[in-house]
């Protein structure tokens, strides 16, 4: 589905005129109907409407399906279940919210690569805690 599309969609999804998602962004609703129209925003923006929707800057241009941007980490760990879990748990703490943000912009194989060292790091945390 193409980006202007999709934003429509997203937007009508979550009930919110042109006027009140314009607001949002702080911009004048004639230019997110340039958007829906297919008119490409800028990475800011894109960034925005990525946290408005709760949605990968991906699927809103797009590029995926998977709505969420942890079901990009989650299917980059899809094959390790004891790294799933670990991030599942991870994924409630809000200290760690951002810094798994910042992971599903990554590649597969690197998500994995910093879950695996997260869960290193928080077992030896454990450990000499004696928790």
């Not at 299917?75 to 951002?98: C, H, I, T, V």
């Not at 194989?109 to 030896?124: A, G, N």
């Amino acid at each position: 589905m193409e980006f202007g599309k999709r934003l429509k969609k997203l937007r009508k999804e979550s009930k919110l005129t042109q006027q009140e998602l314009a607001d949002k962004l702080n911009i004048k609703r004639s230019t997110l109907a340039g958007y829906e129209s297919g008119k490409q925003p800028s990475y800011e923006t894109l960034v925005k409407l990525s946290d408005i929707f709760n949605v990968s800057v991906d699927y809103i241009l797009g590029d995926t399906d998977e709505r969420k941007k942890a079901d990009h980490i989650k299917a980059a760990l899809s094959d390790d279940p004891e790294l799933l879990e670990f991030w599942d748990e991870m994924n409630e703490r809000e200290d760690l919210r951002m810094y798994f943000k910042k992971c599903s912009e990554l590649s597969p194989e690197t998500i994995k690569k910093l879950i695996h060292i997260s869960k290193v790091f928080e077992e030896e945390e454990r450990e000499r805690h004696g928790g």
